[in-house]
């Protein structure tokens, strides 16, 4: 995952062997809001979206993808999950439950120190998203969105695949469809983005990040 470069060979053996592999297909629910469910999963393939919804309002937190981690947020404190945990795609994790967690832990210092890493940058990703909530607007939000996807170089420029649909991109904004789909043209219109079926390719990254960096 996206911190083992940091592990010595055995804290990643011990890891690989105490781990449960699974497989999801896209829009396979792995845990939802309000369950009692505790383990820690290291993406490898795919891509997952973590949610909370109250009502017909959806937020999404987040979205990892290979090297990324969820489920770390309720591993030790005894409550239920604080969101939902649903496939965009289909792909693949390797999962660690909280004893079997706190027993690496326990015996790794070093994978212990990565573990405090991944909890420090989840805490940064959402204050980023609280920030970004109350203090900037929709099109800034937006860019700051598409920035964050996976994304690829290829020979027609920067590629972000359209991994999340303008619903998705409504419920992280925090704004309605409609606005998500006049935002993007606007991009578009605007020289910063094409629009393609399956894929945005982006035009103009330097004002695509000066956009995303605006505070309003």
Request: charge should be negative.
């Amino acid at each position: 995952f996206g911190l083992s470069k940091a592990l010595s060979e055995e804290s990643c053996l011990k890891i690989s062997a105490a781990a449960v592999p699974i497989t999801f297909r896209a829009g396979e629910v792995l845990f939802q809001q309000g369950e009692d469910f505790s383990a820690l999963h290291l993406v490898q393939t795919g891509h997952v979206k973590l949610f909370r919804q109250s009502g017909e309002k959806i937020q999404i937190l987040a979205v990892e993808h290979g090297g990324g981690t969820f489920g770390a947020e309720t591993l030790f404190a005894h409550t239920p999950c604080p969101c939902t945990a649903q496939a965009l795609t289909a792909g693949s994790a390797l999962m660690i439950p909280a004893d079997t967690l706190m027993a690496l832990l326990e015996s790794q210092p070093d994978f212990m120190m990565v573990f405090l890493e991944v909890i420090s940058q989840k805490l940064r990703q959402f204050t980023t998203l609280v920030h970004s909530l109350a203090f900037r607007d929709v099109p800034t939000r937006l860019a700051e969105v598409l920035l964050q996807q996976e994304w690829m170089e290829t020979p027609n420029g920067i590629t972000i695949p359209r991994i999340l649909s303008q619903q998705d991109l409504a419920a992280n904004v925090g704004t309605a469809r409609e606005v998500v789909y006049r935002t993007l043209k606007k991009f578009e219109q605007d020289g910063l983005i094409r629009i393609l079926p399956h894929e945005y390719i982006v035009l103009d990254a330097g004002r695509l990040l000066r956009l995303a960096d605006q505070e309003c």
